[in-house]
């Protein structure tokens, strides 16, 4: 399924963001990953639960059902399921029969994210999850951002093929934080097990109008952008402003804004897409001074989400198509034959599928400890 080859949809024995803390509560949250409907509630203590969304009586949706106590209960015909998917009660007979459960998916919040496993659950260890504290998204004395949510009517792979490759700033996002010299300008490539990155150093960058009033930022700058992809659905990097002719590596920016992407299958042609961002305070008053309107902040991720849709949208008219790949897709199929791998590795025993997914699941977040801070 493009962009993959056929057969090929998504790894499940990996964690995704499933939704914002915030959106989980003691009302029942539907939401379909990886095409499959699942329930999300919190517990009377507060603790989260995700369940298998479709009632195995008729199917009803879960997620229409209500909470109570520790449960949810099916709001066609009353079945009451429990926090581990068992079913503890039915109005109309005594008698549970054996295959009357649901799935109880494995779930961890980190900072402000639910994480979901939608694999085996005996594999899903939280070590696994990028290390927010190691990346600054924790970090106190920054100043974060809340995360923001788009249900994306798009498959999941042609939005990490749009964070894999940032020449589509210079065009899609001309008027904001692109500029021609973006897609002018060679990248660095770096990779590892479970992970590629991206970094431009931009010397002269173009300074958009856009930039001048939200940031605070005048020309001639130099700009660092760097992206890292932690397969199969986690972008983390920084976007920084320095003095024109500055040591990479060795000055001090006058911006410095740490970006957080996740992106989760939601069916096979539509996906869930939380971002967030954290700003140096030593520069936040230069950003502060100019606070940028919201409309035109939200504006560079509508234009990404709606891209994406339109992509979509032929895909589903026309049907597959065999792409012209540019130099500029370097990165990105580097990217996306890292989760085509993970889908292969499934088909490995679960021994070696665990020792792989905890190789790839660790080592960015360490790399980028030492490189972001």
């Known amino acids: 399924m493009y962009p993959f080859p056929a057969g090929f949809f998504a790894p499940r024995n990996r964690w995704y963001v499933a939704a914002r803390s915030a959106e989980v509560g003691r009302t029942p949250l539907e939401r379909f990953i990886l095409d499959e409907p699942v329930v999300f509630y919190r517990t009377e203590a507060g603790q989260a639960v995700a369940l298998a969304g479709r009632c195995p009586h008729r199917g009803y949706p879960l997620g229409k059902g209500r909470v109570d106590g520790d449960a949810v209960i099916c709001g066609y015909h009353g079945l009451r399921f429990e926090a581990d998917g068992h079913c503890s009660h039915i109005p109309s007979q005594a008698t549970i029969p054996p295959r009357c459960q649901v799935k109880a998916y494995a779930v961890s919040e980190q900072w402000d994210w639910l994480w979901i496993w939608p694999g085996d659950p005996e594999c899903a260890d939280p070590a696994l999850i990028p290390d927010h504290r190691a990346l600054g998204l924790t970090d106190p004395h ?115 804004i740490r970006i957080f992407h996740a992106v989760t299958p939601a069916t096979r042609n539509s996906c869930h897409y939380f971002a967030s961002s954290a700003v140096d305070p030593a520069t936040y008053e230069l950003s502060r001074s100019h606070p940028p309107d919201p409309g035109s902040a939200l504006k560079i991720f509508t234009e990404d989400v709606e891209a994406i849709g339109e992509i979509e949208r032929l895909l589903a008219a026309s049907g597959e198509f065999e792409e012209v790949p540019l130099r500029a897709d370097v990165h990105g199929l580097r990217g996306r034959r890292l989760v085509q791998a993970m889908i292969r590795d499934e088909a490995l025993p679960a021994s070696a599928a665990r020792k792989s997914n905890h190789a790839r699941g660790r080592e960015p977040a360490d790399r980028e400890a030492v490189e972001v801070k």
């Open 142 to 256: 920054w100043i974060k951002r809340p995360p923001l949510y788009w249900h994306v009517e798009g498959r999941y792979q042609l939005l990490n093929d749009n964070l894999l490759d940032l020449t589509h700033l210079t065009v899609l996002h001309a008027d904001t934080i692109g500029g021609g010299d973006v897609a002018a300008t060679e990248e660095r490539h770096d990779e590892g097990e479970g992970w590629v990155r991206s970094t431009r150093w931009i010397a002269n960058a173009h300074v958009t109008d856009w930039v001048r009033r939200s940031r605070g930022i005048e020309g001639p700058v130099d700009r660092e952008i760097m992206l890292t992809f932690a397969a199969p659905g986690f972008h983390f990097g920084h976007d920084r402003y320095f003095r024109a002719g500055s040591d990479p590596g060795a000055a001090t920016p006058l911006l410095d």
